[in-house]
């Protein structure tokens, strides 16, 4: 709207500056804003460009549902209001550690308008939800115990959202506020329980070694020893967590922005204590999420109090208790300790890493796992000694954030690249070539790499010729080379399910188990069905279907693209075999169940199926010391959608902008 408006008042005269300027306060990073300005300058000018037309594989067509989220057509979930709605809002703890003596609901529950005010012993099921862990209370109870300042101590439901707001303010609580634990050093060393009945403040240890390191270290010609701690940061997705619940006949159909229905319909049906089969989970496409919706944030209250008032209900967070509930990115304290030899090749790496997990188990036993995986990026070390501590304090909880543990990990080994490039007197550069990865080489916790792996060199040779012209120029500038696994890996089962379905009206409808957030999910279903089948892209129908078992849990690390794609492509396939009957429903599944874990102690473990990598490089304007250019070389196999793909990656740079120079939350 701030775009249109500047177009509406100055025309051709629109400068991409003065848009840039003037776009500059929205929370919004993921899209680098490269094709926005792109976009307000084409339309600044007149200068439109025709949308290119949709196809199979490898083309740039237009994404899924662009028009109707441009025009503002297509709802999200605080848009839709049923008959006779209610709203919600939450009552969040004042301390981070407080023992909860009483809560007096009395002065809420006097407030025109309000029709019940609800608690811990309201909940019929039980209390505690999670992912992985079942330990994240959805309500704090009378006798009970605050962890951080995003738990919920009531729930009022009223006429109308101000209504509530206003009451869940009178709601009155006593307490007695106890020491807080916001180091996770201190934390680790403490003999008393940071979180509330949970037995020790270690969530999880991840730990592989190879080869005897402390000898490699002491026959190493350079050595360096440093401690790299990284900053805790919020996703700052556009729409904050929105939910609608409205009872059925036999239960309750809800409305979810969430990353994994399915987990948010599970869990939900054991808070209310009723067969999952009475809950129907719709997924709403939503405004943004980065790994941030993967937990249930108001899920559970939302339909606990459309289950005891059997009305409608909705809740939509406010920024700021978005801010307070959601997991962030973790703060990891990571010591390094790395040798090489004379010429640079490295010898040994020993690592130890304390992430920050926050009181509830969210993922992040799995992001500390995944940081350990990678903490040698994507380099050959012939020994290693790695052990990831995840650890609870009262914190905000630490969970999923696009990267998951790898970006950690790999900002301290590049660290330790540039110190013993110096040490070497080689360039970052030249270092990184002499370390990469090859077809054969082991990398970090056992897996013996394949021709993929390529990538790696592939992506440090692109950015060669930039880098050696700014080397020349005396430019300041920074390099990195890094790897990230597709899927989850480690052991983890993975299977998904899609449907392809003819109708009677020549259409094709593509059913999958994929939450749209901005990626382009959707878009790479009908892709791969257009490939596969040959059919007119403007006949297929994507459709999110949670009414079948399709679920193929959290839609994170890029599996939507990775599973889903495999499992519409089989759907396709069956359908052909079968002469594409219509009205029949062809299942499609892939399967990615064949994963070690680093813990299995396997001689060749296949930790990860696939991966990704990617080499970035800084130049710095050599007066102002601000970012001058960035380049960006990202290997990512066969793009489904180029023209998503680039975008991705200059979401991908902008964020890692924000990450390294400007952006942090504070515990």
């Known amino acids: 709207m701030r775009a249109k408006a500047l177009i509406d008042r100055k025309g051709e005269a629109l400068t991409r500056e003065e848009a840039a300027r003037h776009l500059g306060g929205h929370l919004c990073r993921c899209t680098g804003y490269v094709k926005i300005l792109d976009a307000v300058e084409s339309l600044a000018s007149g200068d439109i460009p025709v949308p290119l037309p949709r196809g199979g594989v490898g083309s740039r067509g237009v994404k899924v549902e662009a028009s109707e989220l441009s025009l503002g057509d297509r709802p999200f979930i605080d848009d839709l209001a049923p008959d006779g709605l209610l709203h919600a809002a939450l009552r969040l703890a004042d301390h981070a550690r407080a023992d909860i003596v009483s809560i007096d609901t009395a002065a809420a529950e006097e407030v025109n308008g309000v029709h019940r005010v609800l608690t811990a012993a309201d909940v019929p099921g039980a209390l505690r939800v999670g992912i992985i862990h079942t330990d994240w209370p959805v309500m704090i109870p009378e006798g009970g115990r605050t962890s951080y300042l995003g738990d919920v101590l009531a729930v009022v439901v009223a006429d109308d959202r101000e209504t509530a707001r206003e009451a869940a303010a009178l709601v009155a609580v006593e307490q007695v506020p106890r020491t807080v634990y916001s180091d996770p050093v201190v934390a680790l060393q403490a003999d008393e329980d940071a979180v509330w009945e949970l037995d020790g403040n270690v969530l999880s240890v991840s730990t592989y070694s190879r080869g005897d390191v402390e000898a490699a270290l002491a026959g190493s010609a350079h050595v360096v020893e440093e401690?790299?701690?990284?900053?805790?940061?919020?996703?700052?997705?556009?729409?904050p967590e929105s939910t609608l619940a409205v009872p059925t006949d036999d239960g309750l159909y809800m409305y979810s922005g969430g990353q994994g229905v399915w987990d948010d319909r599970n869990q939900v049906a054991s808070v209310l204590g009723i067969d999952t089969g009475r809950i129907t989970v719709e997924l709403v496409s939503n405004g943004g999420a980065f790994g941030g919706k993967e937990d249930m944030c108001n899920q559970a209250h939302t339909a606990l109090a459309a289950w005891l008032l059997q009305r409608p209900v909705r809740c939509t967070l406010s920024r700021e208790e978005s801010l307070l509930m959601h997991p962030k990115r973790h703060p990891i304290r990571m010591a390094y300790r790395a040798g090489c030899d004379a010429d640079g090749k490295l010898t040994g790496l020993w690592a130890r890493m304390i992430g920050d997990s926050g009181p509830y188990a969210s993922v992040g036993m799995k992001v500390l796992e995944r940081a350990a995986g990678h903490a040698s990026g994507p380099y050959v070390l012939p020994t290693i000694d790695v052990e990831s501590t995840a650890v609870r304090t009262n914190n905000p909880v630490g969970g999923a954030f696009r990267g998951f543990g790898a970006n950690q990990a790999q900002f301290a080994m590049e660290g330790v690249m540039d110190r013993l490039a110096e040490q070497v007197g080689i360039s970052g550069w030249e270092i990184r070539s002499r370390n990469v990865v090859t077809p054969g080489a082991i990398w970090g916790p056992g897996q013996v790499m394949d021709d993929g792996c390529l990538g790696a060199r592939a992506c440090l040779d692109e950015v060669k010729a930039a880098y050696d012209e700014a080397v020349a120029d005396g430019r300041p500038v920074g390099l990195g080379l890094g790897l990230k696994n597709s899927g989850l890996g480690n052991g983890f089962k993975e299977v998904a399910r899609a449907v392809v379905r003819f109708t009677g009206d020549g259409r094709v409808e593509v059913r999958h188990c994929w939450t749209e957030m901005g990626q382009g999910v959707h878009t790479v279903a009908l892709q791969v069905a257009v490939e596969e089948l040959g059919v007119d892209p403007e006949t297929v129908d994507v459709i999110v279907d949670t009414t079948r078992e399709l679920g193929a849990g959290q839609t994170t690390g890029s599996r939507g693209t990775l599973m889903g794609a495999g499992s519409v492509a089989d759907a396709c396939h069956n359908a052909l075999a079968d002469g594409c009957r219509p009205d029949v429903d062809y299942e499609g599944e892939y399967r990615v169940d064949w994963t070690n874990s680093m813990n299995d102690g396997l001689e060749n473990p296949v930790i990860h199926s696939t991966f990704g990598y990617a080499a970035q490089m800084v130049v710095l304007d050599p007066e102002t010391g601000l970012v001058d250019c960035v380049v960006a070389a990202h290997d990512v196999g066969r793009a489904v959608n180029p023209l998503m793909c680039e975008?991705?990656?200059?979401?991908?740079?902008?964020?890692?902008?924000?990450?390294?120079?400007?952006?942090?939350?504070p515990p």
């Open 227 to 239: 401690v790299f701690q990284t900053q805790r940061i919020e996703h700052a997705f556009v729409e």
């Open 647 to 665: 975008g991705q990656v200059e979401g991908a740079v902008h964020m890692g902008l924000g990450y390294a120079l400007t952006e942090g939350f």
